[in-house]
């Protein structure tokens, strides 16, 4: 009986996830095993292996003996677990493409496919003429002048006149006048409705009364803001309350008032609650019906509404001679930078205080034009403290634009990134973006998103662009320019510039683990994916866009998410077939390409469907390979000698990256027999390996390996790889003898596909392949032993070939292989089990056919592996238990348990008697 041919698992292949190296069968990434404590974690292309090394004869034997059962998929949360481990602890992915970072702060790097006229300037000169001293913003509409015709009331009204009659006022414009902070709001209008509440109380120590000569009268009653006294007018009735004062923290105190006030209603007497009712009958011509008393209650109120707002303006003007005149008296004298420096920020937060910022204060040119004489200054503190005042007055147009390429300026050296992240520039800089119209504005989003792509560069600010709402900011940023684009029918000016700086940024908080989250949560990837191909015309859009994915689909959910947007399969071939000579940009699609089909069985299909799918890979392939051979060609003598741990060229690796993807998709079981059959796919590879050596290019002579060896697994008509299995069974000898453990590892693989053909294992017998293997076995190395023993599993299908384990003590080491690996790698532990049974087919008796001592020593393993409480008990969770003991049930205890019986059986535990001397 003899254990040979195999059987194949569609279902890992299905479900095989993987980066990077790939291992013999189906699946690019399970070719490695990876030790968690003392577990060693088995790998998918372990069973695809092993199925390979056994022969046809299998499938008549598989009847009627228990040795070759089908393999049992294992437990989807085993699969998951045993990845887990394997990507934790050793690297099998292709590297992602670097991006060298540029020496420079500008707003288009050295690569960019703009032209320096065809691209606004990163360097300009701004003084403080270039700001506009009157700026206008309108709010609503056109606005007009308020009438300077103040009437004045007579001082005290006579007994005679109605009291319902009330003075004409001139129209007031609500934009003009700036209400005033909310407490003072408040106090105003009880004050008008004839209730004076006190406002909120402030700390004792900070408040500081501001003694003022100036009065304003206003009736009999009066009250004091910062050492004014203003009197309330008899118009509108007394006040039942005490007078207040204004103090410096912008809030009011009350103040002893020494008489009390009557009346306190701000209605005419014909509407009070009190008076004389006949004199309320023989006016009852003023007050006929409900309908006038509403229409005069209305205009009392409206009356009231005007004295506050003149109130207000009043309290406004002694805010901004108090509070205000005094700062900007310091800012005029510029006599340090620290001086001006301090009171640039006194100013802010007093403006801040007085509820003065915005673009409704009266006097707000006045401030403003001072503020720009100080741009001249020079000094970049200075500015910065300027230019985060000017915007919170939200200046407009040619201003704004300015104040961005003002803050742009110094934001260009990376010294003042300390000074930004100190006066939180930042969060002025995103209000623009939330709050500013695009349209009208968008030069000075340019320099501002220019300012945001600087400083995002700088890991320190990350975690406060992202918790300020930056992705949200730049994605809806991204969604406005293509919906405007869309709208148009064309691109706007300046759409292009503005989404590279946006790209750029949104590229470097996808370093954050928060940040991919909040792409995934507000889909940014179809956002990105539909201005890609919106413009598509524009490399340096494209690029960025191309930098975000790469980085991305390195992480299982955001791959997945890409990968389920349907339409990023033909985006990507189109943008290859239109930038096929611009490596930076095809390298980092063909690098997205590797990543969706390795982690997608659908990505596979969904790719492999799209029109030109294969055409436009193999044409890539051409070009590429062509240019390597030109490179190689031009180079002068001595040039091409080997370099240790040489970094692949530009060219070779992008040829690493389009192998990865041919191996990634020919995991696919529909798809890998149709590469298989494919001369040009086939011929691009071994001529790959023909005219690259591992010293030139390892990355790419691994990887080109693994690529047939993932094609060679599938045995079907008309295969090329079939068809030329001696040659490539030629060219995979000087991976076996070089130094490069991952090389000789891959050559093992693919011969262990390959020798299942009966003319392959007279070739490696032939080449002494056979004796390396064997030699292999002392690696100590699990998935060499696992190859190694899979292909002295297929040569001892032949009956004259099974001596060869004679040789170099191969059965010895497989012993050792056995005691070795065997508890934890129960496949591997099967494979030897397997090697031995076939080895021993015509056994007469143990001793003889494995040796005195391994026939001992496989008795006491076999019988220890074989109890179960023994072999399944290690320190593992509860999904790798289970994991251990399918495989030990399912492949090892069958094969094993006839091995122990046959060794048994033709064993005896007798001695034999001493020769008696004569």
């Not at 974690?41 to 499938?59: A, G, R, T, Y």
């Not at 930042?426 to 623009?432: I, K, N, P, Q, Y």
């Not at 392959?760 to 060499?784: E, P, R, S, T, Y």
């Not at 299908?797 to 497989?814: A, Y």
Request: hydrophobic fraction near 35%; charged fraction near 25%.
């Amino acid at each position: 009986m003899v254990l040979g041919g195999g059987w194949r698992d569609e279902d890992a292949a299905a479900v095989c996830p993987g980066l990077g190296r790939w291992g013999s069968g189906h699946c690019p990434k399970w070719g490695s095993r990876c030790l968690r404590g003392r577990v060693w974690c088995l790998s998918e292309e372990h069973c695809i292996l092993k199925e390979k090394m056994l022969s046809s004869n299998d499938k008549k034997l598989g009847k009627l003996d228990p040795f070759y059962p089908s393999l049992v998929s294992k437990p989807k949360t085993s699969a998951e677990i045993i990845s887990e481990a394997r990507n934790a602890l050793r690297t099998v992915r292709t590297q992602r493409p670097f991006t060298p970072r540029e020496d420079q702060r500008k707003l288009f790097g050295p690569a960019s496919s703009r032209t320096p006229e065809n691209r606004p300037p990163s360097s300009f000169s701004l003084h403080a003429s270039s700001f506009e001293l009157s700026d206008s913003r309108p709010i609503s509409g056109t606005r007009l002048s308020p009438l300077e015709l103040k009437p004045k009331a007579p001082a005290s009204p006579s007994a005679e006149e109605d009291p319902c009659f009330s003075f004409p006022k001139p129209p007031v414009d609500p934009v003009k006048i700036r209400r005033i902070s909310s407490a003072r709001a408040r106090l105003f209008r009880a004050a008008s409705q004839g209730a004076l509440l006190p406002d909120r109380s402030f700390p004792a120590e900070s408040k500081k009364t501001v003694v003022s000569k100036e009065m304003v009268m206003m009736g009999n009653s009066m009250v004091e803001i910062n050492g004014t006294y203003l009197r309330e007018s008899n118009t509108i009735g007394h006040l039942k309350s005490h007078p207040f004062q204004l103090t410096y923290d912008g809030g009011f105190r009350e103040i002893k008032q020494q008489e009390g006030f009557k009346g306190t209603t701000s209605l005419p007497s014909c509407l009070g609650s009190g008076g004389d009712q006949g004199k309320r009958r023989a006016r009852a011509s003023s007050c006929p019906s409900s309908s006038d008393l509403s229409r005069l209650e209305t205009k009392a109120v409206s009356k009231a509404n005007l004295q506050e707002k003149d109130t207000e303006i009043e309290v406004n003007e002694v805010f901004w001679n108090t509070r205000i005149v005094p700062i900007l008296h310091e800012l005029e004298k510029e006599e340090n930078i620290e001086t001006v420096c301090a009171a640039c920020t006194q100013l802010h937060h007093t403006l801040e205080e007085g509820n003065m910022l915005g673009n409704k204060f009266k006097r707000r040119s006045i401030l403003l034009k001072t503020l720009y004489k100080l741009v001249d200054v020079g000094s970049d503190l200075l500015s910065l403290k300027l230019a985060k005042i000017i915007l919170a007055l939200k200046v407009s147009r040619k201003n704004l634009l300015n104040v961005c390429k003002l803050i742009f300026k110094i934001s260009r050296n990376e010294k003042n990134d300390s000074l930004i992240q100190n006066d939180n520039i930042l969060e002025s800089l995103l209000e623009v973006l939330r709050s500013e119209d695009l349209q009208t504005n968008s030069e000075a989003f340019l320099y501002c998103m220019g300012t945001i792509k600087f400083i995002s560069g700088n890991p320190r600010f990350l975690n406060e662009m992202i918790s300020k709402g930056a992705v949200e900011i730049l994605t809806n940023l991204v969604k406005q320019i293509k919906e405007n684009t869309k709208k148009c029918e064309t691109c706007l000016p300046n759409s292009g510039h503005l989404l590279v700086q946006a790209t750029a940024t949104l590229r470097n908080l996808v370093d954050s683990p928060l940040a991919r989250s909040k792409f995934l949560s507000i889909s940014t990837l179809p956002q990105l994916c539909t201005v890609m191909e919106r413009y598509m015309d524009d490399k340096d859009v494209c690029t960025n866009i191309a930098r975000i994915f790469s980085k991305l689909t390195t992480y299982r959910d955001s791959c997945a998410a890409l990968a389920n947007y349907s339409r990023c399969y033909a985006l990507f071939l189109n943008l290859i077939n239109k930038y096929q000579n611009k490596q930076d940009l095809v390298i980092r699609i063909v690098f997205i390409l590797g990543n969706l089909t390795a982690k997608n069985n659908q990505a596979r299909e969904h790719f492999y469907k799209e029109k030109g799918s294969m055409e436009t890979l193999l044409s890539l392939f051409q070009t590429f390979y062509q240019l390597d051979l030109h490179s190689q060609r031009q180079a002068p003598p001595g040039a091409n000698r080997p370099v240790a741990q040489r970094p692949p060229s530009e060219v070779e690796d992008v040829l690493i990256k389009l192998t990865r993807v041919l191996a990634n998709i020919a995991i696919h079981p529909c798809i890998g027999p149709a590469l298989a059959t494919n001369p040009q796919v086939v011929g691009l590879l071994l001529t790959t390996l023909e005219y690259k050596s591992l010293d030139e290019c390892e990355e790419l002579v691994i990887n080109t390996t693994a690529t047939i060896n993932n094609l060679s697994f599938y045995q079907v008509k008309n295969s090329i790889i079939q068809d030329k299995k001696l040659s490539i069974a030629q060219l995979l000898l000087k991976l076996l003898v070089s130094n490069n453990m991952d090389g000789i590892l891959e050559a093992v693989r693919v011969f262990g596909n390959l020798s299942q053909d009966h003319d392959i294992c007279d070739f490696i017998v032939q080449n002494n392949v056979h004796k390396f293997m064997i030699a292999l076995l002392d690696a100590k190395h699990q998935d060499i032993c696992f190859s190694a023993c899979g292909v002295l599993l297929n040569l001892t299908v032949d009956k004259d070939k099974r001596v060869i384990l004679k040789e170099g003590g191969g059965i010895k080491k497989l012993v050792d292989c056995l005691r070795d690996f065997g508890p934890t790698d129960w496949q591997l532990a099967c494979l030897v089990c397997k090697t031995l049974w076939n080895f021993s087919e015509n056994i007469t008796k143990a001793s003889a056919c494995f040796g005195d001592e391994d026939t001992n020593t496989l008795l006491v393993l076999l019988s220890s592996f074989l109890n179960e409480e023994l072999a399944l008990d290690g320190s593992f969770d509860q999904d790798l238990k289970n994991y251990h003991k399918l495989h030990w049930e399912t492949e090892f205890k069958p094969v094993a348990q006839q091995l122990l019986n046959r060794i048994q059986s033709h064993h005896t535990f007798l001695e034999p008697l001493p020769v008696p001397s004569f």
